[in-house]
């Protein structure tokens, strides 16, 4: 499968913001979904994951309660919904996927390029 992600940009803090991730070349309905984020000199960190179904989501404890992660399997598209954001939140967002998979997973067999959010202060 193969994802693009999109929708990074620069907001003020406490604005919001949604990244989409389009995927082709497989079955998208058959793959759990993820969102990872990586600032600069720090390593990635898992943000948020839905199930195949959309029926379960997990979240990073730093996001919780601000961001939404939910999908679209008609428009083989995953979404994360960013509001309240904080500088902290400064980074590059990936989305993954990998079949089958709870969204309490961090492994993921396929990754998108990322796309930059960045939050001003």
């Known amino acids: 499968v193969q994802l693009q992600a999109s929708g990074g940009g620069l907001v003020q803090a406490g604005g919001s913001l949604r990244l989409s991730c389009a995927a082709s070349g497989r079955t998208f309905s058959r793959y759990g979904m993820g969102w990872f984020r990586q600032a600069p000199g720090k390593e990635r960190e898992f943000v948020a994951g839905?199930?195949?179904?959309?029926?379960?989501?997990y979240y990073a404890d730093s996001v919780k309660g601000r961001f939404t992660i939910s999908r679209d399997n008609a428009k083989n598209t995953v979404y994360l919904q960013m509001n309240s954001l904080k500088p902290e939140d400064t980074a590059n967002y990936y989305c993954?996927?990998?079949?089958?998979?709870?969204?309490?997973?961090?492994?993921?067999?396929?990754w998108g390029q990322g796309t930059q959010v960045t939050v001003s202060s």
């Open positions: 839905i199930s195949w179904r959309g029926s379960s989501t």
């Open positions: 993954a996927a990998r079949e089958f998979v709870m969204p309490t997973t961090t492994f993921y067999d396929f």
